[in-house]
């Protein structure tokens, strides 16, 4: 607040030239008068919304460091999902010499991405339990005070078991699970296709993450969202076709060496699980085990293509006989297997499994089985995404129609709001004779209130910190004496209530000194009316000063007029040094 001056002596005439000067920046002038009366009820308000938008920023900051660490885990969670199956493309046959080995190169690889993809992992679990710890502090910032939902969040966030619930699936889908297998060495096994049933559970639980974090960030209508939301009508089939694909690869691997076994076994007697463990896994005893069943019969037995007298093959391969012929179980070669794979995956589960001619093996069924739900529930996923999408779009258009319907019709409601506001203000013999400028900033302040039957506005005694403009229905006043009533009015359309507030925002009263409603008004039907605060009118007078030289006294103008002249003298100095300081430099 700038000091005011003694012994200022100013006509009258000259307070209107002062005040239209463009540098006096008069809002934050008049700001500064009106903030110097006001109550400590007021400066603890001003103190509660600094705290509360410091708040947010802390919040927003936080948002961005969530969404930060948002990206890189979903990259990582892409990386991961694309890296898991190929743990199933590593054992290769050597139908020579009716053994497989573990493809080292591949394997080792795989476990040093897979190792590096589940640190992201892990450290996303600390992460949901740091969020967790502090979600229900941030509830009281981020959610309305009061709200229906704010009981429910804090009780969920103290439920421990609830967060232990939410906690599991991350914990199942970081588990380090292949890496043991591949440490401990029981890959070597012939039965070491059980461990693979693991492949399917955590692929679809880093799926189904990595999907809902995708499908949430391309709920915002941007350009790069807008192509990752139709890369995510076509993500979940080529998620489930490449690990349809790489488990049938490995479970036709898994059918050859279950035909040795049941050969070796039925002719040449040599059974059990610890002996066929590692029979067939090649290795220096290879050529021993070779010697102790016949080998050619072993290969007319598990042969793979017809021969010229032959019909039919001698085992039912069902449907891995494909994979068995096109020799891609005998193939290093990575990227050409997964797509052949992938491009197996995608023909069955597009066509619901309806192509698959399957044997009489129960996993192999239950695989088939698996194959054809999965392709249905995509298919009715990818369909109810398209329904709903243009289901969205159907209703943005009719939105957009109906805003264009009755778009005319707010503006001229607009327009008539503002034709009651100014009627109504000029109905104030105080304001009757005011320029229009003047009058819209007091309908910027003007706000539309409603009262139901036999409510109370004011009550006598109270103070009167609002002025009403009643616009629609009826409402009563009267004063009361000892408990009898001594005079009533009735107050209907067009009236207004409150004058006596225009005189103390004239003489620039403190809200201690906000006059007494001498009588009490009361809503005999339901009444519409415009209402502007105390505090409101006194800052619109306080910014129009000039405007009532006849209502003001003097002391107070020549305080606004000194006011006045010690900014504007303040702003051209200012103006000048800094043009100086320009021609310097």
Same mark, same amino acid.
């Given at each position: ?108 690889? $795989? !476990?040093? /991405? ?7 992992? =892990? ?5 949901? #339990?740091? @969020? %967790? ?61 059980? $461990? !693979?049933? /693991? ?7 880093? =799926? ?5 974090? #995708?499908? @949430? %960030? ?61 029979? $067939? ?148 013999p105080m304001l009757k004779n005011k320029d229009e400028k003047m009058l819209q900033a007091i309908c910027e302040h003007l706000k539309p209130v409603t009262y139901g039957e036999d409510i109370y506005i004011i009550r006598e005694g109270e103070p009167l910190r609002k002025m009403i403009f009643i616009t629609q229905g009826t409402a009563l006043t009267y004063t009361t004496i000892k408990g009898g009533t001594n005079v009533c009015k009735c107050l209907e359309k067009s009236d207004f209530y409150g004058e006596e507030l225009l005189n103390w925002a004239f003489k620039f009263g403190s809200f201690s000194e906000l006059p007494i409603s001498p009588t009490t008004v009361v809503s005999q039907t339901k009444v519409e009316a415009f209402s502007i605060r105390a505090n409101h009118l006194k ?47």
């Amino acid at each position: 607040m700038s000091k005011p001056v003694k012994d200022v002596s100013i006509e009258l005439s000259e307070l209107e030239q002062i005040a239209k000067w463009p540098e006096l920046e008069l809002e934050q002038s008049t700001s500064t008068c009106a903030k110097s009366t006001e109550p400590e009820v007021d400066r603890s308000i001003s103190v509660t919304k600094k705290w509360i938008e410091l708040k947010e920023a802390v919040v927003v900051r936080g948002r961005h460091h969530r969404s930060k660490w948002d990206m890189t885990f979903a990259i990582s969670s892409a990386f991961a999902v694309f890296i898991d199956p190929l743990i199933c493309y590593a054992p290769v046959l050597i139908d020579d010499s009716t053994c497989y080995y573990w493809d080292q190169r591949l394997m080792w690889t $795989f !476990f040093g /991405l897979r190792s590096a993809a589940d640190l992201f992992y =892990a450290t996303d679990i600390f992460v949901f #339990l740091s @969020r %967790s710890r502090a979600e229900p502090f941030g509830i009281s910032w981020t959610r309305i005070i009061g709200g229906p939902h704010t009981k429910i969040c804090k009780m969920l966030n103290g439920k421990k078991t609830l967060r232990f619930l939410r906690i599991l699936p991350r914990i199942c889908a970081a588990l380090p699970i292949l890496q043991v297998i591949i440490l401990s060495g029981k890959y070597t096994s012939v039965d070491n296709n059980e $461990f !693979f049933y /693991l492949i399917p559970i955590q692929y679809t639980l880093r =799926a189904i993450r990595l999907y809902r974090r #995708l499908n @949430r %960030s391309s709920n915002i209508e941007t350009t790069v969202r807008r192509l990752l939301k139709a890369v995510l009508d076509f993500l979940p089939f080529i998620l489930a076709a490449h690990l349809f694909g790489a488990l049938w690869y490995i479970f036709a691997v898994g059918r050859k060496i279950g035909c040795w076994q049941e050969h070796v076994c039925k002719f040449d007697g040599i059974c059990g699980r610890e002996t066929l463990d590692c029979f $067939f896994y090649c290795s220096s005893s290879t050529p021993a085990n070779n010697m102790k069943f016949n080998g050619s019969l072993l290969q007319k037995s598990c042969a793979v293509q017809l021969s010229e007298n032959v019909s039919t093959l001698p085992f039912d391969f069902g449907i891995y006989i494909y994979a068995l012929q096109s020799d891609m179980t005998r193939s290093r070669g990575l990227p050409v297997k997964m797509l052949q794979c992938l491009w197996w995956g995608l023909r069955n589960l597009s066509s619901f499994g309806s192509n698959l001619q399957t044997s009489f093996f129960m996993d192999e069924i239950i695989f088939s089985i698996l194959i054809s739900i999965s392709g249905l529930a995509l298919f009715l996923v990818y369909l109810n995404a398209r329904v709903q999408g243009s289901q969205k779009i159907l209703d943005q258009l009719n939105l957009r129609e109906k805003m264009r319907r009755i778009y005319p019709q707010i503006i001229n409601q607009m327009r008539t709001m503002c034709r009651l506001r100014l009627d109504s203000l000029k109905k104030v013999p105080m304001l009757k004779n005011k320029d229009e400028k003047m009058l819209q900033a007091i309908c910027e302040h003007l706000k539309p209130v409603t009262y139901g039957e036999d409510i109370y506005i004011i009550r006598e005694g109270e103070p009167l910190r609002k002025m009403i403009f009643i616009t629609q229905g009826t409402a009563l006043t009267y004063t009361t004496i000892k408990g009898g009533t001594n005079v009533c009015k009735c107050l209907e359309k067009s009236d207004f209530y409150g004058e006596e507030l225009l005189n103390w925002a004239f003489k620039f009263g403190s809200f201690s000194e906000l006059p007494i409603s001498p009588t009490t008004v009361v809503s005999q039907t339901k009444v519409e009316a415009f209402s502007i605060r105390a505090n409101h009118l006194k800052s619109v007078v306080a910014q129009f000063w000039w405007r009532f030289q006849k209502e003001l006294p003097r002391s107070q103008l020549e305080h606004f007029s000194a006011s006045c002249l010690q900014k504007y003298w303040r702003h051209h100095k200012l103006t000048k040094n800094t043009g100086s300081k320009e021609k310097r430099e």
